[in-house]
Every structure is written in structure tokens, then in C-alpha cells.
């Protein structure tokens, strides 16, 4: 049974950067499609950031492509989410995700494992 345990949000001031981290435990997160949710204050969770399980490519939306960088460590078992030029929109609880797909998806619904979300607030 995976289990992800999230870490690294925090206040940052318009502009700024934080690292968010996803311990995995339980299995190795090598085969399993991979994803950061992004959920805002009153608004459901959506998927900001994903990984390939087939063809191994991060794929972003469009509101954080060039800001937010997705990465794994195998050695590690942990996956990141680095957030750069943060804007108050990207306020809200960030969760990390894995599916058992071959794949990827932007529907939470298809994903298996969540970490327990951690939270990031942009704010001068």
C-alpha cells in the first residue's frame, strides 16, 4: 500500500518561491502516474501538474507552465513540485497524487493514493 506524506508549504510573498515534497512509502513510486492538485479556497481540486507513466513527461496547465517544475527521486522516493513566481491565484492546498494508470489524467477521481495536502499562501 503506497503512502505519500507531503511537506514544504508555507507564507511566501508574491513573487516568491517554495519547493513542496512528497515522501512515498510503502512501494516505489517507479511505475505509478503521478500528479499535484491544486485546491483554492471554495473551489474544487484541480490537477495543476502530471506525470506520464508511459511516455515519462511532465505535463503542466497552462496557469502554472514555466512557473511550476514537477520532478521525482527514485533514489529517494519522493516527488516535488517546485513553485517559482508565485501569484496570490496559486493560494490554496496543494495535494500529491498516484494512480495505478498507464498514463496520466487531470481527474482526481482516477487517482489511487493521496498525500494529506499541505498549504501554500501567496500574500504581500
Known amino acids: 500500500q503506497l503512502q505519500l506524506v507531503e511537506s514544504g508549504g508555507g507564507l511566501v510573498q508574491p513573487g516568491g518561491s517554495l519547493r513542496l515534497s512528497c515522501a512515498a512509502s510503502?512501494?516505489?513510486?517507479?511505475?505509478?502516474?503521478l500528479a499535484w492538485f491544486h485546491q483554492a479556497p471554495g473551489k474544487e481540486r484541480e490537477g495543476v501538474a502530471c506525470?506520464?507513466?508511459?511516455?515519462?513527461?511532465?505535463y503542466y496547465q497552462d496557469s502554472v507552465k514555466g512557473r511550476f517544475t514537477m520532478s521525482r527521486d527514485l533514489a529517494k522516493n519522493t516527488m516535488y513540485l517546485q513553485m517559482n513566481n508565485l501569484k496570490p491565484e496559486d493560494t490554496g492546498v496543494y495535494f500529491c497524487?498516484?494512480?495505478?494508470?498507464?498514463?496520466?489524467?487531470?481527474?482526481?477521481?482516477?487517482?489511487?493514493?493521496w498525500g494529506q495536502g499541505t498549504q501554500v499562501t501567496v500574500s504581500s
Open positions: 506525470f506520464d507513466s508511459s511516455d515519462r513527461i511532465n
Open positions: 497524487a498516484a494512480a495505478r494508470l498507464s498514463g496520466s489524467s487531470w481527474y482526481p477521481e482516477i487517482y489511487d493514493y
Open positions: 510503502g512501494s516505489t513510486l517507479e511505475p505509478y502516474a
